[in-house]
C-alpha cells in the first residue's frame, strides 16, 4: 500500500513537471535557444564568443537595440507597433551632434534636451494613435520617413563630429576598479575587484528575491513552478552573472552601458510585472474593448506607451551616437527590423497581450550573439540577413503553435 502511494506521489510530481513545462515552454524555449546558440557559437569560433574582450563587445553592440526593445515589448504588448525607432535614433544622434558640436552646447544640456525631443516624438505619434485611432503601423511608418528625412537635413548629408569624451564615455565608458584590494588578496595582476563582487552580490539578491517571491506565492496559495525548475534556473541565472562579471573583470570591467542597461531592465520588470500600470498594459493587448469597459483609460495607456518608446529610442540614439562618436546620416538604418524581431523572438504575441521584459532582454541577445558570432565566422552579410530571417519567422511559427495548441 506504501509503495503504490509512493509510485502515485511520483507519477503526480512527473505529470505536474511536464504539463509545467508544457504550459511555459514559451518562457523556457527562449532561454535554451539562446544557451544553444551560445554553445555551438563557442564551438564553431574556437571559443572566441566567449573571450573577455569579445563579451564586452556584446554588451557595447547590443546596448541600444536592449534598451529600445524594453520600449517596444510596451507597444506590442498593447497591441502596437513602432516603426520610426531607427529613424528617431538617427535624428536624436544628429541633433546631439550638432548641439554638441555646431552650437557648443555642454552634454549636460544635450543630453535632457533630447531626451526630451524623444518624449516630444512619442507623444506626438502616440496622440494620433491614441485619440484619433489611426493604425500605428501607418503614423510610425510616417515617421520612420519623416525623421529618416530630417537627420539628413540635420546633417546636411555629412559626418558630424567628434564628441567631447565625457559624452563617448556614455557607451564606451567603464567602471573604475572601486576595490582594488580584492586584486591583491588573491594574487590576481589583472582583476576588476568591484566588476567580481557586483556579480556576487547581484547573483545573491537574485536567489534571495526568487526565494521570497516563491514563500509569498505559496503562503497566498498561488501555482508555483516545480522546486526543480525553480532550482535549475536560479542555478543557471546565477552561475551566468557570476562567470560573465568575472569574465569582465578580467578585461576593463563593468561598462557603463552595462550598468544603464542593468537599472532599465530592472525597472521595467517590475513595472509589467508587479505594479497596476502594467498589468493594465497587459489587460489593453489582450481585449481592449474588456479593457475599458472595466475602467482602464485605454487611449492614456496606448499614449504613455509611445511617449515611453520615443524616450527610450531618444537614450539608444545617444548611446550609438556616443558609440560611433560622430553623427552619421545612416545611423539607425534598420535598427527597427532588429528591434521589433528581438521582442518576437523572446516570445512576445503579435496579437498583442503576451511577452515579458526578461525575454525581450534574451531575444536581443539571440540576436546579438547570432551576429557576432556569424561575423567571427566569416559569414557574408547576405547570409545573416537570411539567417535571422528564418529564425524570425521560426519565433512566430512557434507562438502561432503555441496558441493553437492551448486553444
Known sequence: MATETVESTAGQQDRSVSQYLANHLRDYGMVLALIAIMAFFQFTTDGTLLRPVNITNLFLQNSYIIIMAL???????????????GSVVGFVGALAAVMMVQW????????????????????????????????????????????????LWLLEGQS???????FQALSTGFIPDLLPFIKDMFGFERMNGFAVVTGFVIAGLIIWMGLQARARNRAYGMVTEPMIFFVVRNLLVAGAIVFVSYKLATFRGLPNVLITMGILTIVYAFLTESTTLGRRIYALGGNEKAAKLSG???????????????????????????????????????????????????????????????GAVVGAFIMGVMNNGMSIMGIGIDYQQVIKGLVLLAAVIFDVYNKNKQS
Not at 76 to 83: R, S, Y
Not at 160 to 166: A, K
Not at 313 to 338: C, H, M, Q, Y
Open 71 to 85: 520600449g517596444m515589448l510596451l507597444v506590442i504588448v498593447a497591441g502596437h507597433i513602432d516603426l520610426s525607432v
Open 104 to 151: 557648443g552646447w555642454s552634454i549636460y544640456l544635450t543630453i535632457p534636451a533630447c531626451l526630451f525631443v524623444g518624449i516630444l516624438i512619442g507623444a506626438a505619434q502616440g496622440y494620433w494613435i491614441a485619440y484619433w485611432r489611426i493604425p500605428s503601423f501607418i503614423v510610425t511608418l510616417a515617421g520612420m520617413l519623416v525623421f529618416r528625412g530630417a537627420s
Open 160 to 166: 558630424v563630429g567628434p564628441f567631447p569624451r565625457e
Open 296 to 358: 482602464i483609460r485605454t487611449e492614456r495607456l496606448t499614449f504613455l506607451a509611445f511617449v515611453n518608446m520615443g524616450m527610450l529610442a531618444a537614450l539608444a540614439g545617444l548611446i550609438f551616437a556616443a558609440r560611433l562618436n560622430t553623427a552619421t546620416p545612416k545611423a539607425g538604418v534598420s535598427f527597427e527590423l532588429d528591434v521589433i524581431a528581438a521582442v518576437f523572438i523572446g516570445g512576445a504575441s503579435m496579437s498583442g497581450g503576451v511577452g515579458k521584459i526578461v
